[in-house]
């Protein structure tokens, strides 16, 4: 823990967090989106491509799959609510460090960095 109580942030959790998001179909419109009103899986699949929240159509299994990566890297947090955890999704203070390098559109990953990316998703022990 940091100074002031707060966990602080490695390089190794910004770069993994970073990673991701260049990995991922989410634009930074939906990270925006996320910084202020939480999301849904299902909120996801429906949105309009008009909401420019992914370069590419996403279903709500595959948007989950990514929301729940993005959770375990701690970019992402289920939102609270009267009766405990709901499927709804905000940013955290680690997704803001995570996207402060693009102030414009994330980069998208070459293909090296995605099956890097992709290995540490799905085969982190290797």
Request: hydrophobic letters at 40%.
């Amino acid at each position: 823990m940091g100074e002031d109580g707060i966990g602080s942030t490695t390089p190794r959790a910004l770069h993994r967090g970073r990673l991701a998001l260049r990995c991922l179909p989410f634009r930074q419109a939906f990270y925006k989106h996320l910084e202020s009103r939480a999301l849904g899986s299902n909120d996801l699949a429906r949105a309009p491509a008009a909401a420019g929240w992914c370069s590419s159509p996403v279903g709500a299994n595959e948007a989950e799959g990514h929301l729940i990566w993005l959770i375990q890297l701690g970019v992402l947090r289920r939102e609270v609510d009267g009766q405990g955890l709901t499927e709804r999704v905000r940013l955290t203070p680690l997704g803001r460090q995570v996207l402060e390098p693009w102030t414009a559109e994330i980069p998208r990953a070459n293909p090296g960095q995605r099956l890097w990316g992709w290995l540490q998703r799905h085969r982190p022990r290797l």
